[in-house]
């Protein structure tokens, strides 16, 4: 059984930054799917950022340009930086896996900017 653990959210002024990781454990293949959803207050859960397991990735417009999604294979680690946080970033962000036709998410973790 795999499971997610998110972690490093908090609260930050906006223009702050944040580095968000997700530890992974379970039996994982080498051909694998890591994406960042969040879910703001009131909202549906979005898409943010997809990385596959041959290091492609893809990004909601919204965060283009000022979040990068990394992943460190040996530590089976996915990391997500955020830079130039906006307020409307705020949200609980969650980390999700797709292998071998199955999804498994983590529990997640609050990310809150201030204005």
């Known amino acids: 059984q795999v499971q997610l653990a998110e972690s490093g959210g908090g609260l930050v002024q906006a223009g702050g930054s944040l580095r968000l990781s997700c530890i992974a454990s379970g039996s994982i293949s080498r051909n694998y799917v890591m994406h960042w959803y969040r879910q703001a207050p009131g909202k549906q859960r979005e898409f943010v950022a997809t990385?596959?397991?041959?290091?492609?990735?893809n990004y909601a417009d919204s965060v283009k340009g000022r979040f990068t999604i990394s992943g460190d294979n040996v530590k089976n680690t996915m990391y997500l930086q955020m830079n130039s946080l906006k307020p409307e970033d705020t949200a609980v962000y969650y980390c999700?896996?797709?292998?071998?036709?199955?999804?498994?998410w983590g529990q997640g973790t609050q990310v809150t900017v201030s204005s």
């Open positions: 999700k896996l797709y292998d071998g036709g199955a999804s498994f």
């Open positions: 990385i596959a397991s041959g290091g492609g990735t």
